[in-house]
């Protein structure tokens, strides 16, 4: 009865150990998400109002308040003109794009597009389709 006992002890004081360490891991992981589960945002280039800066400016803050990720797509609905220069969407300028990939790879943001955008290996290079997920029908 005494060895039942002990035995009975040990487990539970083996199961209030790992119950507190399961515990602490969940409240570490709530805390500092990995990034598949942080959110994800919609990043709208509307009709070539961007910029290098600003592309770092957003990218720099997502990832500063926890975005995990984004969808972005350049959508063209009569927008009118707020930066200097319009950046015309595939033209020599659309570098912008290639910037945008590279610079959210470094951050560890998942970066998550269309595949009309992969029609020129020139601005997108297939070494970056790895850090970008390409969305298919």
Known sequence: MKHQF??????????????SVAQDQLLTDFQNPPNPAKPRVWWHWMNGNI???GI??????MQRVGIGGFQNFDANLFTPLVVEKK???????WD?????TQ???SLKITFTTMPFYQASDELLPSGLLGSVTLIQK
């Not at 950046?87 to 300028?93: L, N, S, T, W």
């Open 51 to 53: 910029s290098k800066e």
């Open 103 to 105: 610079l959210a790879d």
């Open 6 to 19: 002990k035995l009975l002890l040990f487990c539970l004081l083996l199961l209030v150990t790992f119950s």
């Open 96 to 100: 912008a794009f290639r910037f945008a």
């Open 87 to 93: 950046v015309e969407f595939m033209q020599p300028a």
């Open 56 to 61: 770092q400016k957003d990218l720099e803050w």
